[in-house]
């Protein structure tokens, strides 16, 4: 099972982290990605993290400004984003496979479990 937080309102420019944490499961064996979904349009992949080696992968909208870790001790991974703009608003997903290893950007058929998700509104 796989919970979100850290969501919530930011100014433009500000930063936020959200948290990814798995219960029942080693999380230290799963590659995690990171999805978004805004009103209206199609989800769409942000970034990733393999379980293996650490290799990470972002969207080209996100690059520079998001960064992806994972403590494996807390079952938990992260998505620091900084710098953040109004277009980052939306509902923020993270996603879990134990079989996927991403030589680039997976897919939404790529991981097997999913969370809730938790929103994200950049906002004057």
């Known amino acids: 099972q796989l919970v979100e937080s850290g969501g919530g309102l930011v100014q433009p420019g500000g930063s936020l982290r959200l948290s990814c944490t798995a219960s029942?499961?080693?999380?230290?064996?799963?590659?995690v990605g990171w999805f978004r979904q805004a009103p209206g349009k199609e989800r769409e992949a942000v970034s990733c993290?393999?379980?293996?080696?650490?290799?990470?992968h972002y969207a080209d909208s996100v690059k520079g400004r998001f960064t992806i870790s994972r403590d494996n001790s807390k079952n938990t991974v992260y998505l620091q984003m900084n710098s953040l703009k109004p277009e980052d608003t939306a509902v923020y997903y993270c996603?879990?496979?134990?079989?996927?290893?991403?030589?680039?950007?997976?897919?939404?058929?790529?991981?097997?479990?999913w969370g809730p998700g938790t929103q994200v509104t950049v906002s004057s």
């Open positions: 029942g499961v080693t999380f230290d064996f799963y590659t």
């Open positions: 993290i393999n379980s293996r080696d650490g290799i990470t």
């Open positions: 996603a879990a496979d134990p079989m996927l290893y991403a030589e680039t950007m997976p897919q939404e058929r790529d991981f097997g479990s």
